[in-house]
């Protein structure tokens, strides 16, 4: 595509210097005109995902540790941060990264656990909520005040509770870090880019760009190739936009992440503790390359966008997304008709992107979760399923802009307004029952849990080396004898936990109070 001449047959080009204002004097600056209020049914639908998003925060108090976390704490006690980062470096997946989050939040112990999904739930919010101004700036659009935050705390919902594991998703620390906030995180390194405006804010763009690669290509491979797909498919875009300054700062900020993603990879790579990994799992550059492998990834990857395809609640996403679409408005020249140039071929373009990086994430991963990928392992689809949440609502602003402009001054747009709002409120209704039930298994756990806390402490504080544990576990996760007392892991760390040298299975429920 080339630079479109000054003028045309019916527009001839501005005389030199017509437009020139005298020395001395500024050029007239066009106030802009002021955003339009929130829409009173906005506010109210705005209650329903941000009273869900609330709820989840207070149900958050309940978390205890459990599964990886039993490991974690005792390495974070006795050997500090360090510690924490020789073990994922030396001995478990080489995520350094990683190894900082789970210490900023075990560092805390049971109350960093506790506070953890409050915290993360509130950043991943604000990333959105920042994310869809910045975005639409771009695009010379704007919309009324609020309209941003019922996006984000709807797509925030949507994200946490649709899956098929609300709590490895949202509550459990050790998975949230790396499938959860990882995602997240690299969305939020576009929005400098997005709003950088003057030579100091391009460069920070840059800045931020090679720190965040460098941070999430060593705190989550799964994110890691979700954006570094997404990098790729800018860069290819980009070869259709039309030549300038803007076209070159966006291809060398998205060089700068890439490179800076790659090089995080290579860290983990070659780091000793994924060298242990690999080989524990057999997943050598060969074998996961191989054409059973390839296949085994394709079938489970077509059965796990079968569930997610099928879980009706992730509409939400894109029916506040119409309701974006049907909200815009013009904010200078950019923002007349239809989103700003072609959006179809983006369009078409992030889809494609979200349908490789799903794929590549499940090939990564199975070999690990070869067996219960559909279970167990079901948290590893947030790093792409954040991509699908964020494509859904583009989507639905898509089609919703289209509807506003084509059929402007028609009752399409009305029907088309109420129809998505009651598909939000209904989405929050619908996501608001699991949550319940999780609420109360996952406080059943509690009680249980700080029972035996107690008991445990005080008999290992009187002299005892070898106690009996009754398991207790919630959200398919893993607790010293699991699986009836077949599965042992992990034991050895719960007994170093409570300065114990062993422990061992019992079903016998424990005396004392229930708190």
Not at 256 to 278: D, F, K, M, Q, W
Not at 359 to 368: E, Q
């Amino acid at each position: 595509m080339t630079a479109e001449p000054p003028g045309t047959a019916d527009t001839p080009p501005a005389a030199e210097g017509a437009n020139r204002p005298p020395d001395g004097a500024r050029p007239p600056t066009t106030p802009k005109p002021p955003r339009p209020r929130m829409p009173v049914w906005a506010a109210v639908l705005t209650v329903f995902p941000s009273a869900l998003l609330a709820a989840s925060f207070w149900i958050g108090r309940l978390v205890r540790p459990g599964g990886d976390d039993w490991c974690f704490l005792p390495v974070l006690r006795d050997e500090g941060v360090s510690g924490m980062i020789g073990k994922f470096y030396l001995d478990d997946n080489g995520r350094i990264a990683n190894a900082l989050m789970v210490a900023l939040y075990g560092a805390g112990g049971v109350a960093g656990h506790q506070w953890y999904a409050v915290v993360s739930g509130l950043l991943i919010l604000a990333v959105l909520w920042a994310l869809v101004p910045a975005a639409l700036s771009r695009t010379g659009r704007t919309v009324p005040r609020g309209v941003p935050l019922l996006v984000a705390s709807m797509a925030a919902a949507v994200f946490f509770f649709a899956t098929p594991n609300t709590y490895k998703t949202f509550y459990w620390p050790a998975s949230s870090v790396s499938h959860t906030v990882a995602p997240a995180l690299a969305a939020a390194a576009v929005i400098p880019l997005l709003r950088a405006r003057s030579r100091r804010g391009r460069i920070l763009a840059l800045c931020v760009a090679a720190l965040a690669g460098l941070f999430i290509g060593t705190l989550s491979e799964g994110t890691s190739i979700v954006s570094g797909i997404l990098l790729c498919t800018a860069l290819l875009l980009s070869l259709r936009a039309r030549p300038g300054p803007a076209r070159s700062r966006t291809r060398l900020w998205c060089g700068v992440a890439l490179a800076a993603l790659l090089a995080g990879l290579v860290i983990i790579y070659t780091s000793p503790g994924s060298r242990h990994r690999r080989d524990r799992f057999g997943t050598g550059a060969t074998s996961v390359l191989d054409t059973g492998s390839l296949a085994d990834a394709l079938r489970t990857y077509r059965d796990i966008l079968g569930t997610v395809l099928t879980t009706w609640t992730y509409l939400g996403a894109l029916a506040v997304g119409v309701l974006l679409g049907l909200l815009l408005r013009g904010n200078g020249p950019s923002g007349d008709g239809p989103l700003r140039g072609r959006p179809m071929v983006p369009a078409l373009a992030a889809v494609a992107a979200f349908l490789v990086s799903g794929y590549l994430c499940t090939l990564v991963t199975l070999p690990a979760f070869e067996r219960n990928m559909m279970t167990y392992g079901t948290r590893t689809w947030n790093d792409y399923l954040f991509l699908f949440v964020l494509l859904l609502a583009a989507l639905g602003a898509l089609l919703g802009d289209a509807l506003r402009t084509r059929a402007r001054g028609t009752a399409a747009v009305p029907l088309a307004t109420g129809a998505a709002a009651v598909l939000c409120a209904a989405v929050c209704v619908g996501l608001a029952v699991p949550l319940a039930g999780l609420a109360h298994d996952m406080d059943v756990r509690a009680r249980h849990w700080d029972r035996q806390d107690r008991w445990l402490r005080e008999k290992a504080a009187a002299g005892a080396e070898v106690l009996p544990y009754v398991p207790a576990s919630v959200g398919q996760m893993r607790d010293p004898f699991g699986d009836h007392g077949r599965s042992a892991w992990p034991a050895i760390c719960t007994a170093r936990y409570y300065h114990l040298q062993r422990i061992t299975y019992s079903t016998r429920p424990l005396p004392g109070p229930a708190r």
